[in-house]
């Protein structure tokens, strides 16, 4: 069987389900909200190519939680992070990872759900740039995935610190990093492996 590059490639969206009731949760809700406008688009974007869309997601510490129970507890009312909630909400179709650390294929089913769906290749996105989307690309790098990081879907609490990400993410992890402005999807798609 022949597999096209969408075939091989899935969006990972990395903690954007969040309730940002953190330290620093307030400085990371404004770059947050303006990646998700992307990172949606980006989605409609794999939708159209037919390439799976898969959430990976810190459990906030409830270790009974599941997707439905995570989405409920970040789109409570006094929630800073239903913005995002509301623009990336996980739909049916989508695979939903719980993780409960950085990266998200450490103690997660990551590791068995990307052969599964024959993924060699993987785009990046979410917050924080430079812990979760950092830990877990390292963990593709070594995996030999292919990346592409797009530096417009993801954020951090400071801009340097996703800067300083991206830059770890291209020059030790062999990552594509140009924003989605400069390079789409079906661009990345049509690229050789």
Known sequence: MNRTMSDSTALIIIDMINDLDFEGGEALRAPAEGAAGRIVALRDAADRAGVPVIYVNDNFGHWHSERSSIVD???REDSQGRALIAALRPRDRDYFVVKPQFSGFYATNLPVLLPQLGVSR???????ADIC????????????????VPGDTVA??????????????????????????????????????
């Open 133 to 148: 989307v950092l830990f877990t690309a390292a963990d593709a790098h070594m995996r030999e995935y292919d990346l592409w």
């Open 73 to 75: 507890h970040c789109d």
């Open 156 to 193: 951090s609490e400071r801009d340097a610190h996703r800067r300083w990400a991206l830059e770890i993410m291209r020059h030790s992890m062999c990552a594509e990093t140009r924003p989605t402005t400069e390079l789409a999807l079906a661009d990345w798609l049509s690229r050789d492996g």
């Open 122 to 128: 993987l785009v990046l996105t979410g917050v924080a």
